[in-house]
């Protein structure tokens, strides 16, 4: 099996897009790459108490030319329909998001899994028009620069979904 | 406190301060204190504490308030600890307090006259917490409120106004708005 993808290549690809804040709840599947962005002065680390409240966040500093990205698990961002139906659907204003598939099968595609919470989530990004990708393995981590730009020029909410806990 | 009148006492001491707002109390400060810096693009009830948060993360060097409502803040207590531990100095947080849910008929709010929002405030964290139900005491804090180092708390006792404001949705939401407010709000001061 392929390895499995990388935080630093994460954290790179972050840096290299302007990300200058990263907002967060804590999850499992991203827990590798967020213990290295609260270790590097170059983010500024917001910590929440409830996903919706990123969304919000991120979606705010975006007024003020701040680039941000949300890492939540994908029970935040069910969590957090009502905030992605405004910002997504109705405003269309840039955001981020690093969305932890925990519980995900390896090498499985998450509309084909087994648990309800994952094999929805691609679904309803595409209902709300939010661009996405999956990185499960090293290498995939290359796709993030472009997703982030495409976040920003259109503007649009893009979510990176991680389908293998980052190392 | 008949809320209209709080507003407009608030827009006396305006000077350049983003504002935040959402349904009701947003259709009445847009009259009251109409400005590019008034910042209405939420329309998610309980999310408007964060936005004011983002904002007062981008811009550092303006002052934010939010006009957050009672059933508003319930529905995202968990915001208070958030803004509290990221202590924000630029924010500052009026809560509309009427005790009802104003929009759908009057519901009162849960916990309605027995809870304490300026309580919940204080025990989260933020350093200067106020409750008002008096306008002359309010106005005569404002000053102090305007420009202490935050972030800051004022739970506002208010009852609605008879008088009425229009509920333009365009007009709180339009991208000419938004755009106007980037603008506005980038523009050195």
């Given at each position: 099996m392929a390895e499995p993808p990388k935080g630093q290549a994460i954290l790179d690809q972050l840096k290299q897009a302007g990300i200058e804040f990263v907002v967060s709840l804590p999850d499992k599947m991203t827990a590798g790459l967020v213990d290295l962005i609260v270790r590097d002065p170059s983010f500024r680390f917001v910590p929440v108490c409830k996903e919706d409240e990123g969304v919000s966040i991120c979606s705010a500093l975006s007024f003020g030319d701040k680039r941000?990205?949300?890492?939540?698990?994908?029970?935040?961002?069910?969590?957090?329909?009502?905030?992605?139906?405004?910002?997504?659907?109705?405003?269309?204003?840039?955001?981020?998001?690093?969305?932890?598939?925990l519980t995900k099968e390896p090498g499985v595609k998450p509309t084909e899994s087994k648990r309800v919470g994952i094999r929805i989530i691609e679904p309803l990004?595409?209902?709300?028009d939010i661009s996405h990708v999956i990185v499960e393995k090293e290498g995939d981590e290359a796709q993030i620069g472009n997703l982030i730009e495409e976040a920003y020029s259109t503007p649009k909410p893009v979510a990176i979904l991680i389908g293998r806990a980052v190392v | 406190m008949v809320r209209p009148e709080?507003?407009?006492?608030?827009?006396?001491?305006?000077?350049?301060?983003i504002v935040v707002s959402i349904f009701k109390p947003?259709?009445?400060?847009?009259?009251?204190?109409?400005?590019?810096?008034?910042?209405?693009?939420?329309n998610a009830m309980g999310q408007i504490a964060s936005h004011g948060l983002g904002l007062a993360l981008a811009f550092p060097e303006r002052r934010i308030i939010v006009l957050d409502g009672d059933g508003s803040l319930l529905m995202n207590l968990g915001c208070l600890v958030t803004i509290a531990h990221v202590a924000p100095r630029n924010l500052i947080h009026f809560v509309c307090d009427n005790g009802v849910y104003e929009t759908t008929g009057g519901q009162p709010t849960p916990g309605s006259g027995q809870i304490s929002l300026a309580g919940f405030a204080r025990a989260a964290g933020y350093p200067l917490v106020h409750e008002f139900d008096d306008l002359v005491e309010f106005e005569r804090a404002l000053p102090e409120l305007l420009t202490a180092e935050g972030p800051v708390f004022a739970d506002l006792k208010v009852v609605q106004g008879t008088e009425p404001y229009p509920e333009e949705w365009e007009a709180v939401f339009s991208k000419e708005r938004q755009r106007a407010f980037k603008r506005a709000a980038l523009s050195s001061l």
């Open positions: 941000a990205v949300l890492v939540t698990q994908h029970t935040g961002v069910l969590d957090s329909v009502n905030s992605l139906r405004t910002v997504a659907a109705e405003f269309k204003h840039p955001l981020v998001m690093i969305v932890g598939l990004l595409d209902l709300l | 709080c507003l407009k006492v608030l827009a006396a001491h305006r000077t350049n301060e947003a259709f009445e400060w847009r009259v009251i204190s109409p400005s590019d810096l008034n910042y209405t693009f939420i």
